[in-house]
């Protein structure tokens, strides 16, 4: 062993605490726990073909080699990508600080406030600067956003045509991945040039370009009316700063805007990632999909945030979900954010005014130049007309190191933004050959197109302009929350390990964060090497054959992997084949996935040990085996079990002629020991941001690669510039999703090696015993496998005692922050119960100190359940505790305050204080406010 082994500080338990954690357990090694939990039938005994691991110095030098192989050129190129400044004090302390990037989805509220109140902002920015009514809480990307705005209308539209138009002038990325949403929903997408072509006389939706990718900025006000007059919805893609400019669509009665906030201050990162935003006029607000942050109060009645409309969300509506979005952008749509917070409306204006001059004279130069330039009104990019001389043009500029966007043959498109200076703008002219005159010109946004209405006039954009205020907001922030910065986060099915910070060091590397998407091949070798890298690393892991990383989060590479499938059917002349089967049990976006991929949802039923009932699927096989296209099951089970049926329900499937995808969202349980791709599986996404270590980012971003075998391989994701010629399906906008943080799981593998790897697995599954051999007396472990053993999570089953006491699984999971913990994941896959996850990061104080806690709070229910506390009135039914409340004047509660406030062995001096009590979450449903609430809110 080399003096510096990542994988020791990685793993949370060392060899002492490994034999106590066996010694509870019963087993003599962790091979020996492993050869009992995983069945034979699905195990693999190799060694995995990784390099041997390199120490934290040495992953970093091969990562600065990587990044020196890439080209950071000035990014002219525009289509929805374009250079900006990250305040220093937002990237320091968002994106590099664990207490905002370690956090997850704000699930429990109460602990959460910091990045609700973030996220309202966000939301806040983007319902002013389109002038709609709502705004969501982030989507994966541009792209994305616009197909979700396409279905969105579909839903809404009165209209039954199939038709949906979009604009010629449309982000061509944007085109690609609204057809390929399209295509399996029997949508007739229609490419026009709206400028000549006429409307057809009936469609559903409209999709239009603001500014268009020309640059050019156009009146939609028309087109919106005659869309409206045949029923149709109007979505507008907005560029958000160009809206601090001009008149914003909610004025002319657009009904959906869609579009990214990346050049709020979010670098590049060569395609992501970055927040998309999606926002809807009044009456369209519960259609709305992704999460979204709402105004409600907490038990004292005073102002609280949560997640708005739950039950919209796909873990709820499954089959009849209408969006699969799951994890989205949190932490990128923070730091946008915070990037309005920071500049307030008259630093975004001036930004935006400056960034408009730089392509006024651009512009102005080119022309005096004798070039001719589009005679359009335009924001911040120009298309110079050069007939038959584009590409020559194109390569002068990269000489420059200036990056143009080619249009075609004949013409040239150049993009100005926050980052652009006079130098830029002289290495453009000298590319076109022209002298260019450099000097003051005239602003050319037309005045009817004006924007005249106020935004941002909310307190929270117009105080923290100084950066000590800015630092203070951050602190106070990310002091509400609880992270992973605080301790232990057991969700199940989450896999809340360590973001190591080395693993975290090279995103922000120039070199890694500022490339454009779309920069010329040249210029990014050493991403395309580490990404090459990366997916032969997986593919080994998997067992698969080939792999893309372009899906942004695993519900994408669900959509990814279904569309191969279905993509695969056809090509063999059975695109009949429709039906996919899904247990019961399964993740929601399962479902959600399938739907969206055209595909009929079968559910299979789930037997009383909580495994696929091998029955039923016999049933349901025998019902629809000529329609049979493909069965979609988590390995091992959402249940926390490796099921022994695994491999028979492969070849049952298979013999009918079905696919068989694995949702690989639990491969923290397999790494090492078992490889899907070998087993009997075709396909499975993994979550990056759950086995391979991103950070969840207070839920997202992420990263979903979707992984196959060779005979589904020729139907992966293309690349979304080429997509329609290829017939590949763009899952994301750009053709390695998002690649800027691919650095970090990359790093994780090579520090890790094949040894540390099935370390980690082993460790994890030892750690999850542990919890259901330490809590099984207090509470019932739902359901296990081989032995009486769960693999890396367990279900503790709470409904005999909320039946016989009246404590919620809620009471329980908001009682634990009290005690400092996050709560393990409730309701899921089981209603009623709780689903721990340690990972193998957390040692075994920690994991101790969670097994302490879980016991108190029995003890805690059983004293409920005696009637020495009334039922209404327990720390449980109080929980959580905050400050305000045990050190007020009035103490009314049958238990001292010290019970309520540090119960157990909670160090006072590392106590957790969560700034608000339980929020009431229907209340805020019943009235909806889904941005910043007044300050007299919070008047006492
Ligand atoms: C997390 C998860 C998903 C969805 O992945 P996202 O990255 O959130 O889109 C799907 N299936 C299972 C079992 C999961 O745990």
């Known amino acids: 062993m080399s003096a510096e082994q990542f994988a020791d500080r990685h793993i949370g338990p060392d060899p002492d605490d490994e034999r106590r954690m066996l010694e509870t357990v019963g087993y003599g090694s962790v091979d020996e726990l492993m050869d009992a939990a995983i069945p034979e039938v699905i195990r693999w005994h190799g060694t995995l073909d990784l390099p041997a691991p390199a120490g934290e110095r040495e992953a970093l030098a091969e990562l600065r080699a990587l990044a020196a192989r890439n080209t950071v050129a000035v990014s002219m190129i525009g289509l929805g990508y374009h250079g900006t400044h990250t305040p220093a004090v937002i990237r320091r302390n968002v994106l590099e600080n664990p207490a905002w990037y370690t956090a997850y989805t704000p699930y429990q509220p109460e602990i959460s406030q910091g990045r609700l109140e973030a996220l309202l902002n966000f939301q806040t920015m983007v319902t002013d600067l389109t002038g709609l009514a709502t705004a969501n809480a982030s989507m994966l990307d541009e792209g994305t956003a616009a197909a979700e705005a396409m279905t969105l209308a579909r839903r809404a539209s009165k209209s039954r045509s199939p038709v949906y138009v979009v604009d010629a002038d449309a982000l061509p990325q944007t085109i690609a991945v609204i057809a390929s949403r399209a295509e399996p929903l029997g949508i007739d997408v229609r490419v026009l040039d709206l400028g000549a072509e006429e409307l057809p006389g009936e469609f559903f939706g409209l ?131 915070m990037y309005a917070v920071y500049h307030g409306p008259d630093g975004l204006r001036a930004i935006a005014r400056r960034t408009h001059d730089m392509a006024a004279r651009l512009a102005a130069g080119l022309r005096a130049g004798g070039v001719e330039v589009t005679d359009v009104a335009f924001f911040d990019t120009v298309t110079a007309v050069v007939p038959g001389r584009a590409a020559e043009v194109v390569a002068a500029a990269a000489e420059r190191n200036v990056n143009l966007r080619l249009v075609d043959a004949d013409r040239v498109g150049v993009s100005c933004d926050e980052t652009t200076t006079g130098v830029h703008l002289r290495s453009v002219w000298a590319a076109f050959g022209v002298d260019g005159v450099d000097g003051d010109v005239d602003a050319t946004l037309p005045v009817t197109l004006a924007r005249t209405s106020d935004f941002l006039t909310h307190p929270v954009f117009r105080t923290h302009h100084s950066e000590t205020a800015m630092l203070r907001y951050l602190r ?234 060779a005979h589904l391989a020729p139907f992966l994701p293309g690349d979304p510039l080429g997509a329609h010629v290829d017939g590949k399906p763009a899952i994301s906008a750009a053709r390695y999703g998002s690649a800027g943080i691919l650095p970090i799981p990359w790093a994780y593998l090579r520090m890790m090696g094949a040894e540390g790897l099935t370390r980690a697995t082993g460790v994890a599954v ?140 909670v160090d006072r001096m590392a106590k957790y204080w969560p700034p608000v009590r339980r929020i009431d979450g229907a209340y805020g449903d019943r009235n909806l406010v889904c941005s910043c609430p007044s300050p007299e809110a919070f008047e006492s």
């Open 207 to 337: 999709h239009l370009q603001y500014p268009g990718a020309s640059g050019a900025v156009r009146d939609h006000t028309a087109l919106v009316e005659a869309a409206h007059a045949v029923g149709a919805l109007v979505t507008v893609a907005a560029d958000l700063l160009a809206l601090t400019l001009l008149r914003p669509p909610g004025e002319i009665g657009v009904d959906i805007a869609a579009g990214t906030t990346q050049r709020f201050g979010v670098p590049m990162g060569f395609g992501g990632p970055h927040a998309g935003y999606l926002a809807v006029r009044a009456g369209l607000e519960r259609m709305l999909p992704g999460r979204l942050v709402g105004v409600s109060r907490d038990a004292d009645g005073n102002p609280a945030y949560r997640l708005a409309l739950q039950t919209r969300e796909q873990h709820i509506r499954r089959e009849k979900a209408t969006s699969n979005i799951c994890t989205a952008q949190v932490l990128l749509a923070v730091m946008a954010g």
């Open 476 to 709: 106070r922030l990310s002091d509400f929350d609880y992270a992973l910065d605080r301790g232990m986060i057991p969700l199940g099915s989450c896999t809340m390990k360590l973001n190591a910070t080395t693993e975290m060091e090279a995103i922000t590397w120039p070199e890694f964060a500022h490339l454009h998407p779309f920069a010329p091949d040249a210029q990014t070798a050493g991403y395309r090497e580490l990404i090459g890298q990366l997916e032969a690393w997986l593919a080994e892991v998997t067992g698969y054959d080939a792999v893309s990383v372009q899906p942004n989060a695993g519900s994408q590479g669900e959509l990814a992997g279904l569309l191969a499938i279905r993509a695969y059917h056809r090509d063999r002349g059975a695109g009949h084949r429709d039906v996919c089967l899904i247990p019961s049990s399964a993740h929601g976006t399962n479902a959600a996935s399938a739907v969206m991929a055209g595909m009929r949802v079968v559910v299979v039923a789930c037997d009383a040990d909580g495994n696929v009932d091998l029955v039923d699927l016999d049933a349901k096989i025998d019902k629809h085996r000529d329609a049979l296209a493909a069965i979609m099951v988590t390995y091992p089970s959402t249940h926390g079990v490796y099921e022994t049926g695994i491999a028979s329900l492969c070849a049952k499937v298979h013999d009918a002629g079905g696919q068989v995808y694995v949702d690989g969202a639990n491969l923290n349980a397999l790494v090492g020991f078992a490889k899907p791709g070998k087993f009997g599986a075709d396909v499975s996404h993994l979550n990056l941001h759950k086995t391979f270590c991103i950070p969840h980012g207070g839920g997202g971003p992420g990263v979903g690669p979707v992984a196959v075998r």
């Open 766 to 905: 030892l750690a999850a015993n542990y919890v259901a051999a330490r809590l099984r007396n207090h509470f019932p472990v739902l359901y296990a496998g081989n032995k009486g053993l769960v693999a890396h999570e367990c279900i503790l089953d709470l409904r005999p005692l909320t039946k016989a006491t009246g404590v919620s699984v809620d009471d329980v999971a908001k009682r634990l922050i009290d005690y400092g913990f996050h709560a393990p994941t409730m309701s899921f896959p089981v209603a009623g119960t709780l689903m721990v996850e340690p990972t193998e990061s957390e040692d075994l104080a920690e994991l101790d100190r969670f097994c302490d806690a879980m016991i108190a709070i029995r003890a805690e229910i059983d004293k409920v359940g005696s009637g020495e506390w009334p039922a209404g009135d327990n720390p449980l039914a109080n929980a959580p505790h905050t400050a305000a409340m045990v050190s007020g004047d009035e103490w009314p509660h049958p238990y001292p305050r010290s019970v309520g406030a540090y119960p157990g062995t």
